[in-house]
């Protein structure tokens, strides 16, 4: 196979990787009835005037399987940390006892879960337009190539073997999905 087409393979498979990596990021966000971390990623606390992430101005732990714990690293942040995930409406309640912040997280309802459910789905649907959508421009890419005097058969080759690898990136971003609907779903 020609390095040209070769190249255009590779580049798609890395953005489609991109795509994938960017998919689990979101689904981690969508909590799954447990306490974690990752649910108080991308807050910003207004730290001396400056808008900095949470788990740079605090320690977040799990208590338990539904409590969070947020440890300030300075007494004068809580009321701003409390006030941040407060204006991040993540349906939390968060409970300053004047050194730490705790978090009840509450248990998801059904009609919550299926809610959940419906924010995962529409991510992954998401990455997946993504990911045709580079599907789409390494074919035009290849069909440049043809243009410009590429066999026909070699950018024919390469367009299936593009096809192949957006089916195989498609598959992967419904498991993630099968397996997040499931931890949702589980109570």
Known sequence: MNEEIQFILDDTKE?????????????????????????LEGIFVDYYGTRTPLNQVANINTGDARTLIIQPWEKSTLTPIEKAIMAANLGLNPQNDGLII????????????KDLVKKAKIE????????????????????????????????????????????????????????????????
Request: charged residues 40%; aromatic residues 0%.
């Open 15 to 39: 953005q489609m990787d991109k795509c994938l990596e960017h998919l689990e990021l979101e689904l981690v966000k969508v909590r799954a009835g447990k306490a974690s971390p990752t649910m």
């Open 102 to 113: 705790r978090i009840l997280v509450p248990a998801l309802t059904e009609e919550r879960r």
């Open 124 to 187: 992954t649907e998401n990455a997946k337009v993504s990911i045709r959508t580079i599907r789409k421009e390494a074919n035009e890419e290849l069909k440049k190539l043809q243009k410009n005097g590429q066999p026909e058969d070699e950018v024919k080759e390469g367009e299936a073997k593009v096809q192949l690898i957006t089916d195989g990136y498609v598959v992967k971003c419904d498991k993630h999905l099968e397996v997040k609907e499931k931890e949702i779903m589980t109570v």
